[in-house]
């Protein structure tokens, strides 16, 4: 290659006193930018030592989107962040948007678990028929059609009803979240059609009572039972009952329609005569009777005491026609004979005058009917027999008689005790004096002499109510022990019993057999007394005075006489095996009990009544007074109304002194006892 000439150019000078006047480069600016990183750098460091690593999980059906308020770092679903709190944001599409607040803590790894909620779904339904009530789990929510219906996510009962169609009921799973969902729906016929002909044509159908067309026809009928009926003048209804199921379609055929029959109305003098026709029974006159037409029928009218009246009927389709028929009376003789003579006679209600008469009467049932002032009326029937003369014979009693008559001398309680009527009245004793005299041994102080009279009849207890009786009203009751000697027994009679448990007893036994209650009684308690009641009561002490001590034309002293002390066993007392028990006796005594004995165990007094005078004492009806010895003679006493305390009669299975053996003594109390029961009483009238 042959050598190509050098070309030298020139090159830049400076001078040196000119380069040394330039500044140097700038180094501070780049120093500090380093630094700047460094911190940086070391920032980033220190919030990745100390940040901590928080997990959100949204619990949604489509992706959500997620923010963090504050200084965080994001790795997918996980955000790296300082412990303290923060501001946690999240939204889905068709769900509602939701913030909540997180407190992240010192722990390096922590889970948020997020909801939405999703939004309702808008829910189109439609039907065929339109106008279909729609009801939603329960609840009437409208008609179709229907648009936009809100409904939360999730599965629902679906039912349409139209009143032609068969109801549709189908399970409806409602997406939510703002899905848009039709539901169209095509409903069942609930009709069935029915076709129906008559001879002749041209009747008028009546579907329940509503013109529905004329035959020949084929109508709509809705499912279920209806009467069907066809009319036509001059003919009689036809109706039969249609049991219809939905699109089963029914053929009736061709109806033979009957000729109307005609109206005959009857009348008869006297009425409520009997009427056959063709020897049918149709009733009772006045009536009217169906008669079918063309033909010629029988017609009998009859009533008892009266000749049966016949005759033919005969009656064109759908005419009317009335009939009124006279009976002759067939009569009877009837004698009357009427004590007294000026009593009143009424015959079926219509008076005819009085004393001795004789009647000619229709041979029918009539009543009789006789009165007079201050006299039991008296009725009676008779049936006059023509050709066979009768006679009526009545004597009339008092009003008293008869009552006296019709009370029972003995009556049972529906739990089986026995009561026997008294009739202090008619006895030598009917006026006596209660009480005892000043000198009479062993007499205290509330025995005050004073005079009763007792008019009323009343009913007595043979015996002391027993634990078993008393049960039936407080079926917990229980009279208790005594060293071992029980008082509780079925038939010992019941004692721990207060005067007002008594008395409520009275009550309970008075409704149990529809009596008038005698006692008073409010929120539980006695309160007073309704003297003319004939409930069950406690006998008055003048009552029970008399019971226990009239004997004859005298009053008795003991149960067993006028001596003391008693030779013959005649009442339960503390006797001789007592001793332990009460403490006291009656020496020499020994009747075989130790406490109460089982009620009637020993001979009844003079009046049938047991254990008037021992076993236990007895609460009776009165409130606990001492009596005024001046005072007049009481009728009928039973005391005031209310009181403290109330009166105890008779001697128990405790007592053993004179004092407690009489039939005068007396006590008082409100409390329950184990000596101390009660026997029934109640007025008669």
């Known amino acids: 290659m042959p050598n190509e000439p050098v070309t030298i150019a020139p090159s830049g000078f400076t001078p040196l006193e000119d380069a040394a006047s330039k500044p140097p480069a700038p180094r501070k600016k780049g120093r500090w930018l380093l630094i700047a990183c460094l911190l940086l750098f070391v920032l980033a460091l220190l919030f990745l030592f100390t940040a901590r690593s928080l997990q959100i999980t949204v619990n949604a059906e489509v992706p959500a989107q997620v923010s963090v308020g504050g200084l965080v770092l994001p790795f997918g679903n996980r955000y790296l962040l300082l412990p303290g709190a923060y501001e946690v944001s999240a939204a889905a599409e068709g769900y509602q948007a939701l913030v909540t607040t997180v407190e992240v803590d010192d722990r390096d790894d922590q889970t948020l678990e997020l909801t939405l909620n999703a939004l309702p779904g808008l829910i189109s339904i439609d039907s065929s028929p339109q106008g279909a009530s729609v009801t939603v789990d329960g609840e009437s929510v409208g008609k179709t059609p229907l648009v936009d219906l809100p409904l939360a996510q999730g599965e629902y009962q679906l039912l349409l009803e139209e009143p032609r169609h068969l109801p549709l009921t189908q399970t409806l799973q409602v997406t939510g979240r703002n899905v848009q969902q039709d539901i169209a729906v095509q409903l069942a016929p609930a009709w069935a059609m029915v076709t129906i002909d008559s001879v002749p044509a041209g009747a008028t159908i009546l579907l329940d009572g509503e013109a529905a067309g004329t035959t020949p026809a084929t109508i709509e009928v809705l499912q279920g039972e209806h009467q069907l009926m066809l009319q036509m003048d001059t003919f009689a209804n036809w109706q039969k009952t249609l049991r219809i199921e939905a699109d089963k379609d029914?053929?009736?055929?061709?109806?033979?329609?009957?000729?109307a029959a005609g109206a005959l109305t009857l009348n008869s003098v006297p009425s409520a005569a009997n009427v056959t026709l063709d020897g049918e029974f149709q009733g009772q006159t006045p009536l009217t009777i169906d008669v079918s037409p063309g033909t010629v029928h029988q017609l009998d009218v009859f009533k008892p005491g009266y000749k049966r009246y016949n005759d033919s009927v005969e009656m064109a389709a759908a005419t009317t026609d009335e009939r009124t028929?006279?009976?002759?009376?067939?009569?009877?003789?009837?004698?009357?004979?009427?004590?007294?003579?000026?009593?009143?006679?009424r015959i079926n209600g219509k008076a005819i005058g009085a004393g001795v008469q004789t009647l000619s009467l229709p041979a029918v049932e009539h009543v009789v009917e006789v009165s007079l002032d201050g006299y039991a009326p008296v009725r009676?029937?008779?049936?006059?027999?023509?050709?066979?003369?009768?006679?009526?014979?009545?004597?009339?009693?008092?009003?008293?008689?008869?009552?006296?008559?019709?009370?029972?001398?003995?009556?049972?309680?529906?739990?089986?005790?026995?009561?026997?009527?008294?009739?202090?009245a008619e006895s030598a004793m009917a006026d006596f004096t209660m009480g005892s005299s000043r000198r009479e041994p062993g007499r205290r102080a509330n025995e005050v002499l004073h005079p009763v009279a007792l008019r009323r009849m009343f009913y007595l207890q043979t015996t002391e109510v027993t634990n078993a009786q008393f049960r039936q009203f407080q079926s917990g009751h229980n009279s208790g022990q005594i060293e071992g000697n029980s008082l509780n027994q079925d038939h010992q009679p019941a004692v721990q019993v207060s005067w007002q448990q008594a008395a409520a007893f009275c009550n309970w036994l008075s409704a149990r057999e529809g009596l008038p209650p005698f006692y008073?009684?409010?929120?539980?308690?006695?309160?007073?007394?309704?003297?003319?009641?004939?409930?069950?009561?406690?006998?008055?002490?003048?009552?029970?005075?008399?019971?226990a001590r009239a004997s004859g034309d005298k009053l008795v002293l003991f149960p067993w006489g006028d001596t003391f002390p008693p030779t013959l066993i005649a009442e339960n007392y503390a006797d001789d095996t007592s001793a332990y028990v009460t403490g006291r006796v009656l020496n020499g005594y020994k009747d075989g009990y130790v406490v109460s004995a089982p009620v009637a165990s020993f001979k009844p007094n003079q009046h049938g009544l047991y254990d008037m005078g021992g076993n236990v004492s007895e609460w009776v009806h009165d409130v606990y007074t001492i009596p005024s010895a001046n005072a007049a003679t009481a009728k009928d006493p039973l005391g005031g109304q209310t009181g403290d305390n109330y009166v105890i009669r008779g001697a128990a299975w405790t007592h053993a002194k004179l004092s407690e053996l009489r039939l005068t003594y007396r006590d008082y109390g409100q409390a329950g006892r184990d000596d101390v029961g009660f026997r029934l009483a109640r007025y008669a009238e």
């Open 520 to 547: 008073r009684q409010s929120n539980g308690i006695i309160t007073g007394y309704n003297s003319s009641a004939t409930g069950y009561r406690l006998p008055s002490e003048a009552e029970w005075a008399w019971a």
């Open 325 to 345: 028929v006279t009976l002759q009376a067939q009569l009877g003789e009837v004698r009357l004979r009427i004590s007294p003579a000026n009593a009143v006679v």
């Open 380 to 424: 009676k029937s008779v049936t006059p027999r023509p050709g066979l003369p009768q006679l009526v014979d009545v004597t009339l009693q008092t009003q008293q008689a008869v009552t006296e008559a019709r009370i029972k001398p003995e009556i049972t309680t529906p739990l089986g005790q026995t009561l026997l009527l008294f009739k202090p």
């Open 250 to 259: 029914q053929d009736l055929g061709q109806v033979n329609l009957q000729p």
